[in-house]
C-alpha cells in the first residue's frame, strides 16, 4: 500500500517567513503532484513533478521531486497570508492517493 | 464552463439512514472519483469510475457504493451510516482515469451524522 507522509502536520508562521513542507514515502511514485485547499473550497492543483530531481517553480514556491521519486518538497519564500490552506500531495498509478496534509496559517 | 457540481452541499442524517451523493463532472471528463475528508487531514480514496465502470476502490466497507450513469455523472451511496460517516465527501472528474490525470474537485457534500 503506498502512503505519503506529510510533514510538518500544521505550521503557523509570520507574514514573510520562509518554510519547507515535505512530502515522504517508501514507495517510488511515476509522479507527484501538489494541491492546496482552502477552506469551503476542493482542492486545486499547484504542480506536477515527473523525473527524479525536477525543480519547478510556480511564483514564491518552489517544488522538487526527490532523485529516487520517493520524496518531495515544497518551498515558500517571503510567505503571504493569501498563502494559507491546507497543503497535499498526491501521487499513485491506478489511484491518486494523497497525503496527510500541512495545514499552513499565515498571519499578517 | 461548469465546474464540478456536487449536491447536496451540506445534510444532516442521524445513525442508521442511508445518504445519496451526487456528483457532475466537468463537460467531456469521463471518470469520476470519490473521496472521504475528515476534517483537517488528506481526502480518502473511495472509489474511481471511467466510462461508467468501476476503476478502483479504497479501503471502505460495503456499504459504500457508488455508480456512474452514461452522462458520466455520478453517484456516492452510504447504508446504515455511523457516526464515523461525518465527514467532506469529494467528487472529482478528470480526462483519464488512473493516478497521474490531474483532478478537478467539487466543493463538496458536508455530512454530519448524528
Known amino acids: 500500500t503506498q502512503l505519503l507522509e506529510q510533514s510538518p502536520q500544521f505550521l503557523s508562521i509570520q507574514e514573510g517567513e520562509n518554510l519547507t513542507v515535505y512530502c515522504n514515502s517508501s514507495s517510488v511514485f511515476s509522479s507527484l503532484q501538489w494541491y492546496r485547499q482552502e477552506p469551503g473550497e476542493g482542492p486545486v492543483l499547484l504542480v506536477t513533478v515527473v523525473t527524479g530531481g525536477e525543480v519547478k517553480k510556480l511564483k514564491r514556491l518552489t517544488f522538487q521531486f526527490g532523485d529516487a521519486r520517493k520524496d518531495s518538497s515544497l518551498h515558500i519564500t517571503a510567505a503571504q497570508p493569501g498563502d494559507t490552506g491546507l497543503y497535499l500531495c498526491?501521487?499513485?498509478?491506478?489511484?491518486?492517493?494523497f497525503g496527510t496534509g500541512t495545514r499552513l496559517q499565515v498571519f499578517p | 464552463d461548469a465546474g464540478v457540481t456536487q449536491s447536496p452541499t451540506h445534510l444532516i442524517k442521524t445513525r442508521g439512514q442511508h445518504v445519496t451523493l451526487r456528483c457532475s463532472p466537468i463537460s467531456g471528463h469521463k471518470s469520476v472519483s470519490w473521496y472521504q475528508q475528515v476534517l483537517g487531514q488528506g481526502p480518502q480514496f473511495i472509489f474511481q469510475y471511467y466510462e461508467k465502470e468501476e476503476r478502483g476502490r479504497g479501503n471502505f466497507p460495503d456499504r459504500f457504493s457508488a455508480r456512474q450513469f452514461p452522462n458520466y455523472s455520478s453517484e456516492l451511496n452510504v447504508n446504515a451510516l455511523l457516526l464515523g460517516d461525518s465527514a467532506l465527501y469529494l467528487c472529482a472528474s478528470s480526462f483519464v482515469a488512473g493516478g497521474a490525470g490531474e483532478l478537478f474537485f467539487g466543493e463538496g457534500s458536508r455530512l454530519t451524522v448524528l
Open positions: 498526491a501521487g499513485g498509478t491506478d489511484k491518486l492517493i
